[in-house]
């Protein structure tokens, strides 16, 4: 059976085989769970003849942030991390749609409040645009309260606050759900388990705030400028109570991994036509063309791997 991750990684800036990127049973990252990470996409773009990993920059300067909260030390360069994904990328001489997993992760046997040795690694797996995007899902709300940020930082992606995702996932997916969506301590919505949610009411665009216990998401930022860039759409970042959902005449959630996918009913109750909407559909469309190249806008949000202007 293929390993679904590609056949070489980067393990602290080398690339190595799979099978030769390995840690300590014993390191921080296995025992406390000490690790931040990054999720993006690497887009295939035929008609160029290249790959464009969208907005890298801005996922390694998350990936330090990330690591500065948590207190690893010493940070790696970002030059060092940019090369890491290009370079592995290269050496499984990619030529297809990725999803690229980086993580920076406490490395050795030391004890809960060390800050270090740090080690990086990365590999990418092969992944089409998923039925979800096309079709859409059907989501419930779940009965565990996404983490607040005094409780563990929800900003940063610590793959230990992924413990919570991954607990209201596995009950949406018991309850008949294809996706699940979390509220915060105090009822308002936050976020789906590894994406950021949208709406539409009358026209317009509506988000949580980013003091909804979310993730600061590189797609949502994405979407919001594009909507208002792009789409003439008006935006608005807000605290949102759980029955403005049912209410909605659209929804759909965004994230790196999961792109831009409608969200067709909430609670078995359908969200507007209980189909994708036109709204949705246009945000998808304004994502998909800047990601892959079609268009030229926002080049700096599209770096080539393999074309002239690679670095």
């Known amino acids: ?55 890298l920059k801005e996922h390694l300067d998350r990936l330090r942030y990330g690591m500065r909260v948590m207190r690893f030390d010493p940070l790696p360069s970002e030059e060092m991390l940019a090369d890491s994904v290009l370079s592995m990328i290269r050496a499984n001489d990619l030529r297809e749609t990725v999803h690229l997993r980086l993580i920076a992760f406490l490395d050795g046997d030391e004890e809960l409040a060390t800050t270090g040795p740090v080690g990086v690694v990365c590999g990418a797996i092969p992944r089409t645009r998923s039925k979800a995007v096309t079709d859409g899902i059907h989501v419930g709300v779940s009965s565990y309260t996404r983490i607040a940020d005094n409780v563990l930082p929800a900003r940063v ?59 600061e998401s590189i797609t949502r930022d994405t979407v919001i400028r594009l909507a208002r860039d792009k789409l003439g759409l008006p935006v608005t970042e807000r605290t949102i109570d759980r029955h403005e959902v049912y209410a909605a005449e659209e929804a759909f959630w965004c994230g790196s991994g999961y792109e831009v996918q409608p969200i067709l009913s909430l609670d078995r109750l359908a969200i507007g036509t209980g189909t994708p909407g036109p709204v949705t559909r246009a945000v998808q469309k304004a994502y998909f063309d800047v990601a892959e190249g079609h268009v030229d806008d926002h080049p700096a949000w599209r770096t080539p791997v393999y074309g002239n202007a690679a670095p």
């Open 1 to 55: 059976m293929p390993l679904p991750t590609a056949r070489f990684m980067s393990l602290n800036g080398r690339v190595v085989p799979y099978e030769d990127c390995r840690i300590h049973a014993f390191s921080s990252v296995v025992k406390y769970g000490a690790a931040v990470f990054e999720g993006l996409r690497g887009y295939w773009n035929p008609a160029r003849g290249d790959m464009y990993v969208f907005r």
């Open 157 to 215: 992606k610590a793959t230990a606050n992924y413990v919570n995702n991954r607990a209201a996932e596995l009950e949406a997916k018991r309850n008949g759900f294809d996706g699940v969506l979390m509220l915060t301590g105090l009822g308002k919505v936050s976020e789906g388990s590894g994406a950021c949610f949208f709406m539409v009411r009358d026209g317009v665009l509506h988000t949580p705030s980013v003091t909804s216990d979310i993730l």
